[in-house]
């Protein structure tokens, strides 16, 4: 779960990390009664979206002036805003940030995520702050430094000074970035963050070194542990098939291929979107049912991947271990009769209860195609949106 950049300075503002003044608002009224409230003289009102390059796209604004401040939130609230992480449809500005002007002397970059293959939390930092850290590693990766934290031990003082060394930082600072690296890790780890992103992070001309951007994420997993953080959670800025998906515990995300896929495990399913890009089309998402999914459960899949209109053919791979194929037949042919069918639909079942469930389609009434295996369940799937041909 992803939350704003003003939510997430508050967070990190609980763990002591020196963070700019500033307020959320949602109208015009609003941001410029924070700006009264924050003094001035400079003010920046910020785009609040969950995407990066805010910046680039005019999502960030230096103003000098309450007039100003005003005129940029009259412009940003409501608008569009399009950058690299969007999208070309772009999203909403609904809720802007209008935060004290800084005084910047240099940026940095830190981010803080965690590794898979060592199974820690790892730190990224560069002195190229400011800029898009993908672009860094591919033309100045001798610019970026990375290390792990072991949790045997939790960060120490020497991680600190790793982040100092790498961002060239003496005296006051690098006692300051060692202060500032335990307070980070502290937030990450009693908050279950899964990423941490400040970019960037700016030395002061008063010597100060100053979170100037937050971008948080959180294990979705671990959130039962947290509804402080659940509360933080803005719908507006997800997809709402994603939404849906959630209410039913399945693991939903929409993709931009025509296919849609349901399948029952995250490795099955993975191999079935590898498989129908491998016959030159593309999945429309991501969806595992999970392995004990009811046909209630089935039933809101499909909804799901029939509500999304890129989809023009559907396929339901299921291989049944603890999930049972006639469950899945029965929440097919119920979601079936109850949306329609517009699209072709190839089912391939296979394991408990299979002939069941082969038994349940087949004596439906439905259009639908059935497939031995999986490759053969590709094959028809594209096939059929083709046109037969």
Same mark, same amino acid.
């Given at each position: 779960?992803?939350?704003?950049?003003?939510?997430?300075?508050?967070?990190?503002?609980?763990?002591?990390? %020196?963070?700019?003044?500033?307020?959320?608002? @949602?109208? =015009? +009224? &609003?941001?410029? !009664?924070? #700006? $009264?409230?924050?003094?001035?003289?400079?003010?920046?009102?910020?785009?609040?979206?969950?995407?990066?390059?805010?910046?680039?796209?005019?999502?960030?604004?230096?103003?000098?002036?309450?007039?100003?401040?005003?005129?940029?939130?009259?412009?940003?609230?409501?608008?569009?805003?399009?950058?690299?992480?969007?999208? %070309?449809?772009?999203?909403?500005?609904?809720? @802007?940030? =209008? +935060? &004290?002007?800084? !005084?910047? #002397? $240099?940026?940095?970059?830190?981010?803080?995520?965690?590794?898979?293959?060592?199974?820690?939390?790892?730190?990224?930092?560069?002195?190229?702050?400011?800029?898009?850290?993908?672009?860094?590693?591919?033309?100045?990766?001798?610019?970026?430094?990375?290390?792990?934290?072991?949790?045997?031990?939790?960060?120490?003082?020497?991680?600190?000074?790793?982040?100092?060394?790498?961002?060239?930082? &003496?005296?006051?600072?690098?006692?300051?970035?060692?202060?500032?690296?335990?307070?980070?890790?502290?937030?990450?780890?009693?908050?279950?963050?899964?990423?941490?992103?400040?970019?960037?992070?700016?030395?002061?001309?008063?010597?100060?070194?100053?979170?100037?951007?937050?971008?948080?994420?959180?294990?979705?997993?671990?959130?039962?542990?947290?509804?402080?953080?659940?509360?933080?959670?803005?719908?507006?800025?997800?997809?709402?098939?994603?939404?849906?998906?959630?209410?039913?515990?399945?693991?939903?995300?929409?993709?931009?291929?025509?296919?849609?896929?349901?399948?029952?495990?995250?490795?099955?399913?993975?191999?079935?979107?590898?498989?129908?890009?491998?016959?030159?089309?593309?999945?429309?998402?991501?969806?595992?049912?999970?392995?004990?999914?009811?046909?209630?459960?089935?039933?809101?899949?499909?909804?799901?991947?029939?509500?999304?209109?890129?989809?023009?053919?559907?396929?339901?791979?299921?291989?049944?271990?603890?999930?049972?194929?006639?469950?899945?037949?029965?929440?097919?042919?119920?979601?079936?009769?109850?949306?329609?069918?517009?699209?072709?639909?190839?089912?391939?079942?296979?394991?408990?209860?299979?002939?069941?469930?082969?038994?349940?389609?087949?004596?439906?009434?439905?259009?639908?195609?059935?497939?031995?295996?999986?490759?053969?369940?590709?094959?028809?799937?594209?096939?059929?949106?083709?046109?037969?041909?």
């Amino acid at each position: 779960m992803n939350i704003h950049e003003y939510q997430g300075k508050a967070v990190l503002r609980e763990f002591g990390v %020196p963070v700019a003044n500033g307020i959320p608002a @949602l109208s =015009v +009224e &609003e941001a410029v !009664a924070a #700006a $009264k409230k924050l003094g001035g003289p400079v003010w920046v009102v910020k785009a609040q979206i969950h995407a990066g390059g805010r910046g680039k796209a005019g999502g960030v604004k230096v103003v000098k002036s309450i007039e100003d401040v005003e005129k940029e939130a009259k412009r940003l609230l409501h608008s569009t805003l399009v950058t690299h992480q969007t999208g %070309p449809q772009g999203k909403e500005v609904n809720r @802007l940030y =209008v +935060e &004290e002007g800084s !005084a910047i #002397a $240099k940026e940095f970059y830190l981010s803080m995520l965690v590794d898979r293959e060592t199974s820690r939390i790892a730190f990224v930092v560069s002195t190229e702050g400011g800029m898009n850290i993908e672009e860094v590693a591919h033309d100045t990766p001798e610019k970026i430094a990375t290390f792990s934290v072991d949790p045997a031990t939790g960060v120490m003082p020497h991680h600190g000074r790793h982040v100092a060394d790498a961002l060239k930082l &003496e005296g006051d600072l690098a006692k300051q970035a060692e202060k500032m690296v335990s307070k980070l890790y502290a937030a990450f780890t009693a908050k279950d963050m899964s990423l941490l992103e400040i970019n960037p992070l700016v030395v002061t001309k008063e010597n100060q070194l100053l979170c100037l951007d937050a971008k948080v994420g959180f294990d979705s997993n671990a959130l039962y542990r947290h509804p402080e953080i659940m509360e933080l959670r803005d719908l507006t800025e997800e997809d709402p098939k994603e939404i849906e998906a959630s209410k039913y515990d399945l693991s939903y995300i929409a993709l931009d291929g025509t296919i849609g896929c349901m399948v029952n495990g995250a490795g099955l399913a993975m191999a079935t979107m590898d498989i129908i890009k491998l016959y030159g089309e593309a999945p429309a998402n991501f969806l595992d049912v999970g392995g004990g999914a009811t046909t209630e459960k089935v039933t809101a899949a499909f909804k799901i991947i029939t509500a999304d209109p890129n989809v023009k053919g559907i396929l339901v791979n299921i291989f049944g271990g603890i999930m049972k194929c006639d469950v899945i037949a029965t929440g097919v042919v119920t979601a079936v009769k109850e949306v329609g069918l517009k699209v072709p639909l190839v089912v391939r079942l296979e394991g408990t209860n299979v002939e069941q469930g082969k038994k349940i389609i087949n004596e439906s009434g439905l259009n639908v195609v059935s497939a031995d295996d999986l490759d053969d369940a590709a094959q028809k799937i594209v096939k059929a949106l083709k046109g037969g041909k």
